[in-house]
Nanobody, 124 residues
Framework: QVHLVESGGGLVQAGNSLRLSCAAS????????VGWFRQAPGKERAFVAG????????VYADSVEGRFFISRDNTDNTVSLQMDDLRPEDTGVYYC?????????????????WGQGTQVTVFS
């Protein structure tokens, strides 16, 4: 089992940045691909970014391409999401999730382990 804990959320003005972190414990983290998802009020959980278990092959939702950057450090068991040029539509609860495959996927149903989420609120 993998235990995931997100941190780094907050309240920011549009145009600013935040850096989210996902800390993992349990089974060897390097055997899991990781994805970040977000859920806005009244909406379904949506894919944001993903990274392979080795740290390559990053994938992004079109809405965040060029503004968000995902990275991981398997020696530290962490995955980070650097979010730049934030917009009000980026508001939501951000979750990291892990699945025991090489590559990240874009479907929430394909992930096994989930963190509790961290709130990101962007105001204009």
């Amino acid at each position: 089992q993998v235990h995931l804990v997100e941190s780094g959320g907050g309240l920011v003005q549009a145009g600013n940045s935040l850096r989210l972190s996902c800390a993992a414990s349990g089974r060897p983290f390097s055997t899991y691909a990781v994805g970040w998802f977000r859920q806005a009020p009244g909406k379904e959980r949506a894919f944001v970014a993903g990274i392979s278990r080795g740290g390559g092959a990053p994938v992004y939702a079109d809405s965040v391409e060029g503004r968000f950057f995902i990275s991981r450090d398997n020696t530290d068991n962490t995955v980070s999401l650097q979010m730049d040029d934030l917009r009000p539509e980026d508001t939501g609860v951000y979750y990291c999730a892990a699945r025991p495959l090489i590559l990240a996927g874009v479907e929430a149903k394909d992930y096994i382990y989930w963190g509790q989420g961290t709130q990101v609120t962007v105001f204009s």
